[in-house]
């Protein structure tokens, strides 16, 4: 399941009035929520082809079953290989955390 975060800016001038929306969730013993920022899925190729948050998304899914630490280091491979010769363009973060 994928739940998107309120399309708002934190920062700058506009924010005077800006409003953010509450979610509750109710998650079982041992549930893995993965928290990121749209780095990873930015990510260009050396044919300037986007890794896409779709992408992502599957990745992840293939390695559920592995510990958190395993996942990490997939992630990681998977990124380097992905963006092989390549500059990074963006931040990436990728956290998490198992309840």
């Known amino acids: 399941?994928?739940?998107a975060?309120?399309?708002?800016?934190?920062?700058?001038?506009?924010?005077?009035?800006?409003?953010?929306?509450?979610?509750?969730?109710?998650?079982?013993?041992?549930?893995?929520?993965?928290?990121?920022s749209d780095g990873y899925a930015d990510q260009h190729?050396?044919?300037?082809?986007?890794?896409?948050?779709?992408?992502?998304?599957?990745?992840i899914e293939s390695k559920?079953?592995?510990s958190l630490l395993a996942q990490k280091s997939k992630l990681e491979t998977e990124i380097k290989d992905y963006m092989r010769d390549t500059e990074q363009r963006d931040d990436i973060l990728i956290l998490?955390?198992?309840?």
């Open 96 to 99: 998490g955390v198992k309840i």
């Open 1 to 3: 399941m994928k739940l």
């Open 5 to 36: 975060g309120t399309r708002k800016t934190i920062g700058g001038f506009d924010n005077i009035s800006t409003a953010f929306d509450d979610v509750t969730l109710y998650l079982p013993a041992n549930s893995v929520l993965y928290l990121t």
């Open 45 to 59: 190729n050396v044919q300037r082809k986007k890794y896409s948050g779709k992408h992502l998304m599957q990745f």
């Open 64 to 66: 559920q079953k592995l």
